[in-house]
């Protein structure tokens, strides 16, 4: 059984930082995909980054030259560093991870419906 649980969501003003981490615990090892996911109130989830077995990251458009996802496979912990926050940044955050690690299951486009273990989530509110 795998266990994710996030922290370093909270509220900040636009154009404010902030850092969630995620730690897993578990059944998971190296070769399984990695990522963060948002859901804004009243939509669907969506990718925001992903990093896949071979840590390569990948970033939905929306928060590109923003966020950077970072992955401490010894420590099997993940990170998501948001800068130049917007209100529309404003959701749960998830964590999330999969076995299927390849580029092919692991990306932003993908990742939303078909991952298989999720974190409690962590809510980011900006405030314009």
């Known amino acids: 059984q795998v266990q994710l649980e996030e922290s370093g969501g909270g509220s900040v003003q636009a154009g404010g930082s902030l850092r969630l981490s995620c730690v897993a615990s578990?059944?998971?090892?190296?070769?399984?995909?990695m990522a963060w996911v948002r859901q804004v109130s009243g939509k669907e989830r969506e990718g925001v980054a992903t990093?896949?077995?071979?840590?390569?990251?990948m970033y939905a458009d929306f928060v590109k030259g923003r966020f950077t996802i970072s992955r401490d496979r010894a420590a099997n912990t993940l990170h998501l560093e948001m800068t130049n926050l917007e209100p529309a940044d404003t959701a749960i955050y998830y964590c999330?991870?999969?076995?299927?690690?390849?580029?092919?299951?692991?990306?932003?486009?993908?990742?939303?419906?078909?991952?298989?273990?999720w974190g409690q989530g962590t809510q980011v509110t900006v405030s314009s």
């Open positions: 578990g059944y998971i090892d190296e070769s399984y995909c």
């Open positions: 999330a991870t999969d076995p299927r690690g390849r580029r092919d299951d692991c990306n932003t486009f993908s990742v939303a419906p078909r991952v298989r273990h």
């Open positions: 990093v896949d077995r071979d840590g390569i990251p």
